[in-house]
């Protein structure tokens, strides 16, 4: 049977709308075989998803999305078979939450001020016991109708330089890339071409990345052409990184990303799976 890989998508316990259970029941519906649950900043979903996927037989890979700054930007990476029991890694998902707290209170004032009360209760209530993200803003300002779609909500109001963003400080990546690689885990940069860098500051990027300790790029990931993925397979050639693939799955009403549903990697890149002990 055709192996299946899906190396990043959200549960509950950051910003997906599916549990854990849900996730990787839709994951093996999909016919996906091996998986990594990587919500932002947390492992908390983890032993859930693992329960899950040892009776669904899929291979669960245990991860997550940090968050971390570079140069003042902030850059998302995967880390890939890590140890969430790793002090260092653990205290550092604590204490993102807290970042995370204070940081929602920020931006929840910021909204009272544009006549948006209530932001905060409506964001703490979504998240549970979850992380609080952008994105539970953005369904509330949905939910109030003060948007009529996610993006509108980060393009009027949450985006950077909008009336209710608030910047933050969050890990830094060496940092970050300590705590993946010593847990036991690979770091990989995730979706390279969000962040609208220029070739000068993508090399840069992925000089101090591969100088850090990271060794994997997201080659392959959801809504992205074949030019895309050949110029992100040039970075990890020149690089000498390892190319990852994942969809980004968040929310089965979002029609253009399905767990699984992914390019295959080009072959002449060394696939991430290939340094991960299962
Ligand atoms: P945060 O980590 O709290 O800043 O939230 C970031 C999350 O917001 C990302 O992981 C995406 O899921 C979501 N997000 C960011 N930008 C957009 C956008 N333009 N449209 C929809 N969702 C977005
Ligand atoms: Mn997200
Ligand atoms: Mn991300
Ligand atoms: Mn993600």
Redesign the pocket.
């Known amino acids: 049977m055709a192996e299946i890989y899906d190396l990043h998508c959200?549960s509950t316990a950051?910003?997906g709308a599916l549990s854990p259970t849900e996730l990787i029941t839709r994951a093996h519906e999909q016919g996906v075989t091996s998986m990594a649950l990587t919500d932002?900043?947390t492992t908390a979903g983890l032993a859930e998803a693992r329960t899950a996927a040892t009776a669904k037989g899929i291979r669960l890979i245990p991860g997550i999305?940090l968050?971390v700054s570079w140069h003042d930007k902030?850059f998302?990476i995967v880390g890939l078979g890590i140890n969430p029991d790793y002090p260092p890694l653990a205290q550092a998902t604590q204490d993102l939450q807290t970042v995370?707290v204070e940081?929602a209170e920020k931006i929840a004032h910021k909204l009272e001020k544009k006549r948006i009360p209530g932001a905060l209760e409506a964001v703490k209530h979504a998240a549970g016991d979850g992380?609080?993200?952008?994105?539970?803003f953005?369904d509330f300002l949905l939910s109030q109708h003060h948007v009529s779609t996610?993006?509108e909500?980060?393009?009027r109001y949450?985006?950077q330089g909008k009336p209710a963003y608030v910047s933050?400080s969050w890990a830094e990546m060496n940092q970050a890339i300590k705590w993946i690689t010593e847990s036991g885990g690979v770091a990989v940069l995730a979706h390279p071409l969000r962040y609208k860098l220029t070739a000068n500051w993508m090399k840069r990027l992925l000089t101090a990345f591969k100088e850090a300790g990271g060794q994997g790029i997201e080659v392959v990931t959801s809504r992205i052409n074949a030019d895309e993925i050949k110029l992100i397979a040039g970075y990890a050639a020149s690089f000498g990184l390892a190319g990852s693939k994942g969809s980004?799955f968040?929310n089965p009403e979002n029609q253009w990303v399905e767990l699984g549903r992914l390019a295959p990697l080009p072959s002449a890149i060394k696939p991430v799976w290939e340094l991960l002990e299962f």
């Open positions: 959200h950051s910003d932002h900043d999305e968050s902030c998302h995370r940081r992380m609080i993200t952008r994105t539970h953005a996610q993006q909500a980060f393009d949450l985006g933050t980004d968040h």
